[in-house]
């Protein structure tokens, strides 16, 4: 269980990704019922460390903290040039005593470095996979995906992926409910769906068309719902196959898919939050019967639903006015 958190800066570090890094694990959030951590950032001479923007950071700790940590974050750096070799023997050392790794954005460059890379699948900005798949061969570099996890070396997309790969650290580690309550106090979505292939030709997809924000709500206010592809064009005024294009270019992924992964969300929430039957949880959700949601689960968490329960089950109430919505 995550307690202890290092993330190492170098000079040319990008401000918003190591942001990222110490909004995810710094914020103390123990009013909403949340874990917190010990967070220090951390470089390989203590003092001043000058920005990818231009302007300097103070940092007090040195490599030797890392060794204490349970999750090391490597942010950004601009131009992401090689790591001094103690960074790199940082990070290799805490890979090995079983600590989690992250990097966000280009960070992956470090991480590669260190070898940690080598015959995992991983992946970076969009802009840089190409770059990275060469430099570093080994690596199995996926460039559609927005994070990926391997053997605990997690890498993310172009900077707010970083968000994304947090918030799903978050949610193996404390749950569906703790990491809706993060991504709600950090007024982001918990689960982005899709992946960064959908920003790669352009940052803004054309829509000539209205937003599918009501439909998406009303999928996810209806999961017990038979929610065919047909009914929900219907709703949308669109034809099947303009619904469905229109789809995946808002959201990365197919209707199907989508659907799947809300009923996942959903069902994890109420096997965390209440003592319904398998079986009622995956008719409540829309799966119909408990082999489909043990299938589901077991595929994207690698838990059946009753090894859900156990690992997350909540024994008191998030917080006192406070909901989560998978």
Not at 7 to 36: H, K, N, Q, Y
Not at 303 to 308: A, V
Request: charged share 20%; hydrophobic share 45%.
């Amino acid at each position: 269980m995550i307690s202890n958190v290092a993330v190492i800066v170098m000079d040319g570090v990008e401000p918003f990704e190591l942001g990222v890094a110490c909004e995810a694990w710094a914020v103390d959030r123990s009013e909403m019922g949340l874990p917190t951590f010990d967070l220090a950032v951390c470089a390989a001479r203590p003092g001043t460390v000058r920005t990818g923007a231009g302007f300097g950071i103070q940092v007090e700790h040195g490599l030797e903290r890392v060794a204490a940590a349970d999750l090391v974050v490597v942010p950004a750096v601009k131009g992401h040039p090689d790591p001094p070799a103690d960074v790199l023997d940082a990070l290799r050392a805490a890979h090995s005593r079983g600590a989690r790794v992250m990097s966000v954005c280009t960070g992956a460059f470090a991480l590669a470095a260190a070898g940690l890379l080598d015959g995992r699948r991983c992946t970076t900005h969009w802009m840089y996979t190409d770059e990275l798949a060469a430099a570093y061969p080994a690596a199995e570099v996926v460039p559609e995906v927005l994070y990926v996890d391997d053997d605990l070396v997690l890498t993310s997309a172009g900077t707010a992926a970083g968000i994304d790969a947090s918030l799903y650290l978050w949610r193996e580690e404390f749950g569906a409910a703790a990491a809706n309550l993060v991504a709600r106090r950090m007024v982001v979505p918990p689960q982005r769906e899709g992946g960064q292939a959908q920003f790669i030709q352009s940052a803004v997809p054309s829509c000539d068309t209205e937003t599918l924000g009501p439909v998406l709500t009303w999928i996810v206010e209806h999961l017990d719902s038979e929610l065919a592809v047909e009914q929900l064009a219907a709703r949308s005024t669109m034809s099947p196959r303009t619904f469905a294009r229109r789809f995946r270019a808002e959201t990365g992924t197919t209707p199907h898919a989508w659907i799947v992964a809300q009923r996942v969300h959903r069902a994890e929430q109420l096997l965390e939050e209440t003592d319904r039957s398998v079986d009622q949880i995956a008719a409540d959700v829309g799966f119909g019967n408990a082999a489909a949601l043990r299938h589901h689960l077991g595929r994207v968490r690698g838990l059946s639903p009753q090894q859900y329960r156990r690992r997350f089950r909540r024994t008191e109430p998030l917080a006192v006015g406070a909901t989560a919505r998978a």
